[in-house]
């Protein structure tokens, strides 16, 4: 995050400067949702767009982050804080891979809604965390397997190793096909939900295309998702979910001894 100084140092002419070669409609993606005609939208385009600048873009920085390579959990003390945050990530693959549905329904059985391992196990079994999840995330081309918690300060030490446990029960006793099923339905209709809407649509394509899919990728997940075996979601759950895979974070007032030496 910038310091004050930093912000300060940012001055009208820098600012200007850098907005014009990143806000040009070079490489940009428009998507259009409504009641019109698609070829006389697209027509009009030209003109309507004749007076925006298209300058060549910036270079804004690498395309890609860092390979995650560091074994271990880091502690960031917050004196007085009466609560605590736990992140855990592991590289994965993105949704260009075939397997990225069975990773999909892996991760939500995991942590992804309110019937998940995480949530019932967690959450609502031993009140040990306010919230819990699984989730992928993409940022700048990798994407990574994220696990994540909110805890009591006195319960940051039971919520680590019980999520630790959790991991290496997930691999050890994969997901039923019961768990998958609920993870299925819910996917599928948390995509729905997000698509119901002219923006919501606009919003899931943008996102979509950005990434460097067509329009076509919501129907082609949907039916890869119920395509997807027990067998595909066991072996990413056995892969990618193995404790030892895991580095990460807790931000909190006191950190468990034992801390350092948590997820190897």
Partial sequence: MPSDEDLAAVTAGRLTALHSPL????GAVL????????EAAIGNLPAELSQWPSPVRADIGP????????RGIASVPRP????????LAAPAFGQSDPRFPALSLAGCALGGSFSSRLALGIREARGIAYRTSATLDEYRGNT???????TATRTTGAALREIQAELGRFAADPPSSTEIHAARE??????????????????FLLTSMASGFGPEW?????????DTTRTDVVNMAQEFYAPARF??????????ADLAAAFG
């Fill in 80 to 87: 007085g804080a009466v609560q605590s945050q736990i992140l």
């Fill in 218 to 226: 919501l129907h082609g997940h949907v039916a890869a998702l119920r």
């Fill in 63 to 70: 395309a890609r982050t860092p390979t995650i390579t560091g």
């Fill in 247 to 256: 580095t990460g974070v807790v931000i909190g007032a006191e950190q468990p």
């Fill in 186 to 203: 819910f996917i599928i209709g948390a995509t729905a939900a997000s698509a119901a809407s002219q923006a919501g649509m606009a919003e």
């Fill in 23 to 26: 806000m040009g409609t070079e």
């Fill in 31 to 38: 998507v259009l949702v409504g009641d019109l005609d698609p």
């Fill in 144 to 150: 990574f397997l994220l696990v994540q918690a909110d």
